[in-house]
């Protein structure tokens, strides 16, 4: 069974820096993009970047553009997010998704249970 | 503000048939592949629909998706209480070379 189980949640402060995780099995992890899609608190899903597991290739969203980077693991097949100088709104959950592509096309199959990440001071 | 564009509340009786929309332009919905994904409180989302009108296995066919120009519909027959739930669309955008999504729909059953 296709599943991703990612890391827990976070605590941290703003310009701190939070690195989620996320492990997939049941499946080739090099033949899937892992994509990241963040979820604020009662507001809807913002798409964050792909990466090819296959390649390491990455597409990210330009609203968090040097702040985001995306890698994996292929040896765990365990992909990473990594946001810097966060700040208070950033506090959202995190989802790892199987899915996208370089092109853009794909869906998103299955997901993470999401990791939420709280910036407080 | 979402690049695509949903209703914020959709309703309708248990047994009904209800639509959602989802509004876009040609440099996403227009030239490219609409997902759609159903989301209960405090869970992750789940593919309902790709490539438009495809569904995955598992997936009951009282749901349906459709692609005509710039908007895309998920319709769902037979409501169930079940099927309250958050639903959203989403896609590529050529243009700002990035995944985008709607803004997402609530479906009460009433």
């Known amino acids: 069974q296709v599943h991703l189980v990612q890391s827990g949640a976070e605590v941290t402060k703003p310009g701190a820096s939070v690195k989620v995780s996320c492990k997939a099995a049941?499946?080739?992890?090099?033949?899937?993009?892992i994509s990241w899609v963040r979820q604020a608190p009662g507001q809807g899903l913002e798409w964050m970047g792909w990466i090819s597991p296959y390649n390491g290739k990455t597409k990210y969203s330009q609203n968090l553009q040097g702040r985001v980077t995306m890698t994996t693991d292929t040896s765990t097949s365990t992909g990473y997010m990594e946001l810097r100088s966060l700040r208070i709104d950033d506090t959202a959950v995190y989802y790892c998704?199987?899915?996208?592509?370089?092109?853009?096309?794909?869906?998103?199959?299955?997901w993470g249970q999401g990791t939420l990440v709280t910036v407080s001071s | 503000q979402s690049v695509l564009t949903q209703p914020p509340s959709v309703s309708a009786a248990p047994g009904q048939k209800v639509t959602i929309s989802c509004s876009g332009t040609?440099?996403?919905?227009?030239?490219?592949?609409v997902s759609w994904y159903q989301q209960f409180p405090g869970t992750a989302p789940k593919l309902l629909i790709y490539?438009?009108?495809k569904r995955p296995s598992g997936i009951p066919d009282r749901f349906s998706g459709s692609k005509s120009g710039t908007s895309a519909t998920l319709g769902i027959t037979g409501l169930q209480t079940g099927d309250e739930a958050d639903y959203y669309c989403g896609t590529w955008d050529t243009s700002l070379s990035a995944g985008v999504f709607g803004g997402g729909t609530k479906l009460t059953v009433l």
């Open positions: 049941g499946y080739t992890f090099n033949n899937y993009g």
């Open positions: 998704t199987r899915g996208g592509s370089e092109s853009g096309y794909g869906w998103f199959d299955p």
């Open positions: 490539d438009n009108n």
């Open positions: 040609t440099s996403n919905i227009g030239n490219n592949y």
